[in-house]
């Protein structure tokens, strides 16, 4: 057969056609004055149809008392619209073969249908509509999809896909795949088999409800359709817990349905396809109950309820092992922490001409100081800071601060002791890291103080009614260089009230206000300059605090040291 | 940061610019490396360095011994007066080979 692009260039002969004689009973049935002889003359014409009408008003579906042997007599009994139902009803049945449609299990479609029939008669009852006819509408309202295939056979692969979505999700897909709905085919076929308006209309519209067309009555019908597509569904959805709660949910809209009443109406979906089965002579397999459905429904739910409750489960195993590993290296951190504390020098008495304080950006510093007395009273002194931040830089720092206090103890000349350190930290360098450091001795009784700076900051000689006098650097930072010379610093003598400042790139670089210029060499002198009738202990203090007001953190760490004059009292 | 580089006259210049700090200083390390590791004499150029801090200069420190040991070349270039700044105060500038533009590698 020729596949029409559209359904505009169908014609007549390319659909399936019931034959001729239940064509004209389907017509007759649809004026208002037709004879039941007439009818009778006309169901003769068919011995086939007419045998199989009778067979099939004789069954238990239409629980007759007793048994009926003519056309005549069925429609004197039954009506003249439900003989018209009957022969529509076996017109579909029969007007696509078992096998016309290679791929596409026609007897599962049957079945969808049966229970599309058996759900709207149902139904029927909830809206005041005719049971008879919703039950022929409820058969016929999908059929538009099998002649789509019936149309389209190399498309078959996609029934079982079509059939798993709920029918809303269906009807778009059927867009999609075939450029038309089962609705607009079920429409043309209406018109071509002369069926009555009101069924015509409802068939159309019955995912279209809300149409403007529809009078109150073919609404109903229209609603009856739809709630029976969604209880089909309910069976063969994938999703079955979804579609479940919408029917129920359309049922309880548009039927007033309680839940009891659904339930006991989709329990007894199953029993009712068996009788109707029968009766049309359409063979169908044994069906689902619906308490089993709900079963796989619940199974589901709770597989869904479980894996969600195990990747929350999950989760906050995770966040709890990673809030334990941060407490970890937090007390690892802390531990290293109090380490580093204890390099520093223990605070001697209140009148110890040499005070310092380090404060670190991170929990871990890479500047470090230190001091101690010698034997003959002078004191070895430092400050220094290792490149770069966090856990490398405090390791180094710790080696650092070792060699300086443990080769301190026996070489008395700064410019040599920072040679050692050079040679030392040279030999297992990596990364570039470097130490600037500030080494010297000082004797409190004289005032002399001789230093060597290898790559730090210059110390700044604060002395009353005096600019501010740099020292600067004598050689480059230790560590990147073996057997390279640190030359002392001139000889520097701190007379009463003199001060001398050491200090850490932390504090030429921090930032007084977020946002504004670093403080710089001359604005860490103007500072001091300030701050200089403060006790030593409030001047470093008042230093460190105004660089931490200016913003939440720290950018570098801040090591400051400050070094007395003779005392007048001394 | 930004990095590009280039070859000439015999040299790959890694020409820095912005500020070189403790979050960018890995990647410059990285590069000059690199291009080290692959026997090119090195010319660093920090004439548009707005910052660099003491992790960025250990970065050159290492390039520098670097090339020492492997007989390769290595100097910076057209320095910033920020970055400069830095490398005076720390005398540094005594250790580096610094040179104004290319035209000066031939010294080296």
């Excluded at chain 1, 599962?108 to 049971?131: N, T």
């Excluded at chain 1, 931040?389 to 301190?408: D, E, I, P, Q």
């Excluded at chain 1, 930290?425 to 230093?451: H, N, Q, S, W």
């Amino acid at each position: 057969m020729s596949q029409p692009a559209t359904l505009d260039q169908l014609k007549p002969s390319d659909l399936p056609s019931p034959p001729q004689a239940a064509l004209q009973i389907l017509r007759a049935c649809s004026q208002d004055d037709v004879s039941s002889t007439a009818l009778s003359v006309l169901a003769e014409k068919d011995p086939v149809l007419t045998a199989e009408l009778l067979r099939v008003v004789n069954t238990p579906f239409f629980g007759l008392s007793r048994k009926v042997q003519s056309l005549s007599h069925a429609v004197t009994i039954l009506g003249q619209r439900t003989l018209r139902n009957l022969v529509l009803c076996l017109s579909v049945r029969d007007a696509i073969g078992k096998d016309a449609i290679p791929g596409l299990d026609t007897q599962i479609y049957w079945e969808d249908s049966l229970r599309r029939a058996v759900s709207a008669k149902l139904l029927a009852p909830y809206l005041k509509q005719d049971p008879d006819n919703c039950f022929t509408a409820g058969l016929l309202q999908d059929f538009g999809l099998l002649v789509l295939f019936y149309l389209r056979p190399e498309m078959a692969l996609y029934w079982d896909e079509l059939r798993g979505l709920d029918p809303e999700a269906r009807l778009s897909a059927e867009q999609q795949y075939f450029a038309h709905s089962h609705t607009e085919v079920i429409t043309l076929l209406a018109n071509a088999w002369d069926l009555p308006e009101e069924l015509g209309q409802a068939l159309g519209h019955h995912h279209d409800c809300d149409n403007a067309d529809l009078d109150q009555n073919q609404q109903s019908l229209c609603h009856i359709l739809h709630c029976a597509d969604w209880m089909n569904a309910v069976f063969n959805a994938t999703d079955k817990s979804t579609v479940l709660n919408r029917t129920q949910q359309l049922l309880q809209t548009h039927c007033a349905m309680e839940e009891d009443a659904i339930s006991a109406c989709l329990n007894t979906l199953s029993e009712e396809m068996d009788v109707a089965a029968r009766s049309l002579g359409l063979n169908i397999e044994s069906q689902p109950e619906f308490e089993q459905i709900m079963r796989e429904a619940n199974v589901k739910l709770a597989e869904a309820n479980l894996s969600y409750q195990e990747l929350t489960w999950k989760l906050e195993q995770t966040l709890k092992e990673r809030d334990a590993l941060a407490a970890e290296l937090e007390a690892e951190l802390q531990l290293a922490r109090e380490i580093q504390e204890s390099l520093l020098p223990k605070e001697l008495s209140d009148d110890f001409p040499i005070t310092g304080l380090n404060v670190s950006a991170r929990q871990l510093s890479g500047d470090f100081y230190d001091y101690f007395v010698l034997k003959d009273g002078r004191i070895y002194f430092n400050l220094a800071d290792v490149s770069g931040k966090g856990v490398y830089a405090a390791l180094l720092m710790a080696k650092t601060s070792s060699l300086f206090h443990c080769l301190g103890k026996h070489i008395h000349q700064p410019d040599k002791l920072l040679a050692h350190i050079n040679n030392e930290l040279c030999e297992t360098a990596i990364r570039g890291m470097f130490v600037t450091m500030i080494a010297g001795i000082y004797d409190p009784k004289t005032g002399a103080l001789k230093m060597a700076n290898a790559g730090n900051p210059p110390a700044l000689l604060f002395s009353p009614g005096k600019e501010v006098q740099a020292i600067e650097a004598t050689a480059s930072p230790l560590g990147i260089m073996p057997k390279v010379p640190f030359p002392l610093a001139p000889d520097v003598q701190l007379g009463e009230n003199d001060c001398l400042y050491l200090f850490s790139d932390g504090a030429t670089e921090g930032y007084l206000q977020e946002g504004a210029e670093m403080l710089g060499l001359e604005g860490l002198q103007q500072l001091i300059m300030s701050l200089h009738e403060l006790a030593p202990k409030e001047q470093l203090q008042t230093i460190v605090e105004k660089f931490s007001a200016a913003s939440a953190t720290l950018h570098d760490d801040i090591t400051i040291m400050l070094i007395e004059g003779k005392r007048p009292h001394a | 940061m930004e990095c590009t580089t280039r070859s000439e006259n015999g040299f790959t210049i890694v020409a820095l610019s912005g500020e070189v700090d403790l979050h960018y200083s890995p990647k410059a390390r990285e590069i000059i490396l690199k291009y080290l590791g692959d026997k090119n004499h090195v010319l660093v150029d920090l004439a548009d360095v707005s910052y660099i801090d003491s992790s960025g200069v250990a970065s050159l420190v290492e390039g520098f011994q670097h090339a020492r040991t492997h007989d390769l070349k290595f100097a910076l270039m057209g320095v910033s007066e920020a970055a400069m700044q830095i490398l005076q105060l720390s005398r540094l500038d005594k250790v580096f080979p610094i040179i104004a533009s290319v035209a000066d590698a031939d010294q080296l």
